[in-house]
């Protein structure tokens, strides 16, 4: 019989069921941010789009943030209230955006990481890193440590890194195992998941092998990426591309499969960039149409048409498109190319694919106030040897990536200072940023 788990989440006091009703929480969260003790005012959300959106704190240097309780009810309560603070409903053109506390609050994160990372189709890897047999890569998600192997049969496995006897991790980083074994006391493992060797059990009573293989988590392909699913689901069968896709990308496939990201492209490398910022932080730049480009990214502009900016907006994507300018200097050096595709997958994954180049940006939540964004670079084929033009293209995108960190650093502080609640939209140019925070909204309340 196979094994069903639920995360157990290391923040776990917010799964517990609250003593008040959901819409106790939000009658409280229209008389004070996080409770009747902070003399806040907040706007008035009801189901509908009224006109009465905005709203002033009575002190404008008032802070949207305070600490957060020990008290497991008081935890998941003080979790509501900052969800409760959003209204989807309302139109982008009154809509103010999520306050502060949505990027600052231990509860938020602990409630975002049950109700959105552990939820549906998370991207993790590409095919690249599972090649050929007995090659794996392990990465961690919150409190979820795994692995992802290919077995002698060319199968695809995910487990939970987590050795069944005393709870070590059983790998680390990628490379090619026929097995794993367990550094701590030897307990090893098949690349499908079975336990091949329980070392010095003599005298153990009531121990069944076939009870303590690796836990397992439902893997599935898309293209050059390897998605991993958390939830509680297990199939008895490989999972179907193209079921898989309908889940995670929508009525989006077709544009993106079509839009040139696909595994054709050669694999280049890998960065990896700590930022002192929630990761929402860093999505939201991602999503703000272009509207900081020709502010903070001037080389990257004078690539770019910025007026030909659009965006679609689908059920868990949307994706930016923008026109090239195609400069080209005397060495005929154009990494942009004609167009640029930016396609932004709910909750944390990022497609850009612009010239000859793909590069992805997966964020993972560090903390309240850390995250971690990984970079992986694919190129056409034909450029692959071509090191001059990669050199200088990474240089490029080097560059990109050190304004947009300085930025969203810039941008996490100020959302910790008491000035800051909540914000406005531009809404000819953020329509996708707020897609993203409707999406959060959604599955938080849910």
């Not at 938020?108 to 049950?114: A, Q, R, T, V």
């Not at 992802?148 to 069944?164: L, P, W, Y």
């Not at 397992?216 to 991993?228: E, S, T």
């Not at 200072?417 to 938080?444: I, Q, T």
């Amino acid at each position: 019989m196979a094994m069903t788990w639920k995360p157990n989440n290391c923040l776990q006091p917010l799964l517990l069921e609250s003593k008040k009703s959901r819409s106790q929480l939000q009658s409280q969260s229209n008389s004070s941010c996080f409770g009747p003790s902070l003399d806040r005012t907040l706007p008035n959300f009801s189901s509908s789009s009224s006109s009465s959106s905005s709203f002033k704190p009575k002190n404008p240097f008032s802070s949207c943030y305070s600490s957060s309780s020990s008290d497991p009810t008081t935890a998941l309560e003080e979790a509501w209230r900052m969800v409760c603070q959003f209204d989807p409903k309302i139109p982008i053109q009154e809509a103010l955006t999520p306050p502060s506390s949505w990027y600052t609050h231990p509860s938020f994160l602990s409630l975002e990481f049950d109700r959105v990372f552990f939820r549906g189709w998370q991207a993790v890897g590409y095919t690249e890193q599972i090649k050929e047999s007995g090659n794996f890569f392990t990465g961690r998600l919150g409190n979820v440590e795994y692995v992802v192997c290919r077995d002698n049969n060319g199968t695809i496995h995910a487990f939970h890194n987590v050795c069944r006897h005393h709870a070590s991790l059983l790998a680390s980083g990628t490379g090619r195992r026929s097995c794993f074994a367990c550094p701590y006391h030897g307990w090893t493992y098949g690349l499908d998941g079975a336990l091949l060797k329980a070392t010095r059990i003599t005298g153990v009573r009531n121990f069944n092998v076939n009870e303590f293989g690796l836990v397992p988590i439902r893997v599935a392909l898309w293209g050059p990426f390897v998605l991993l699913s958390l939830e509680k689901k297990l199939p008895h069968s490989e999972a179907d591309s193209n079921i898989v896709g309908n889940e995670w990308l929508g009525s989006s496939c077709e544009m993106l499969s079509t839009g040139g990201v696909n595994s054709f492209l050669s694999y280049v490398c890998r960065r990896r960039y700590t930022i002192e910022c929630n990761w929402q932080v860093f999505c939201d730049n991602y999503l703000d149409g272009g509207y900081h480009v020709p502010y903070a990214h001037k080389g990257l502009a004078s690539g770019l048409e910025l007026e030909s900016y659009s965006t679609t907006i689908f059920e868990r994507v949307n994706v930016q498109q923008c026109e090239g300018s195609s400069v080209e200097n005397g060495d005929g050096f154009d990494r942009l190319g004609s167009k640029a595709l930016y396609a932004f997958i709910y909750p944390n994954f990022m497609i850009n694919r612009y010239g000859p180049w793909m590069d992805t940006n997966l964020v993972l939540p560090l903390g309240p106030r850390k995250c971690q964004v990984i970079f992986d670079y694919f190129l056409d084929a034909s450029l692959k040897d071509d090191k001059s033009f990669i050199e200088k293209s990474l240089e490029d995108s080097e560059r990109v990536q050190m304004e947009d960190i300085s930025l969203c650093e810039a941008v996490q502080k100020g959302l910790e200072s008491p000035a800051y609640c909540s914000g406005r939209y531009a809404p000819s140019v953020e329509k996708a940023m707020h897609h993203f925070h409707s999406l959060l909204y959604d599955n938080l309340i849910d």
